[in-house]
């Protein structure tokens, strides 16, 4: 088992910028990749970015393309978001999740492990 745990979200004005961050415990052996999605209410859950724990490979989905950045900090097992000139649109729960391969999915239904999410509100 791997607990993840999310924080960092918040309110702010679009054009702002946050930075959340995502904590892995347990078995963390088992990370081979983490990933981070976002949920609006009534949406789907959707891909935002993902990152190889060990080479720091990353993929991004298109929406959020030169404005968020991912990265991990392997020693304190924890992988961070970086978002900015964020947009009402961003508004959504961000949640991390752990991938038990080295792929990069963006299927939310491959990953194995989710943390209970973090609320981010841009308004305009």
């Known amino acids: 088992q791997v607990q993840l745990v999310e924080s960092g979200g918040g309110l702010v004005q679009a054009g702002g910028s946050l930075r959340l961050s995502c904590k892995a415990s347990?078995?963390?052996?088992?990370?081979?990749?983490l990933g981070w999605f976002r949920q609006a209410p009534g949406k789907d859950r959707d891909f935002v970015a993902a990152?190889?724990?060990?080479?720091?490979?990353?993929r991004y989905a298109d929406s959020v393309k030169g404005r968020f950045s991912i990265s991990r900090d392997n020693a304190k097992n924890t992988v961070f978001l970086q978002m900015n000139s964020l947009k009402p649109e961003d508004t959504a729960v961000y949640y991390c999740?752990?991938?038990?391969?080295?792929?990069?999915?963006?299927?939310?239904?491959?990953?194995?492990?989710w943390g209970q999410g973090t609320q981010v509100t841009v308004s305009s």
């Open positions: 347990g078995r963390t052996s088992s990370v081979y990749a």
């Open positions: 990152i190889q724990w060990d080479s720091g490979s990353t």
């Open positions: 999740a752990v991938h038990r391969t080295s792929f990069l999915y963006s299927s939310p239904g491959s990953y194995a492990y």
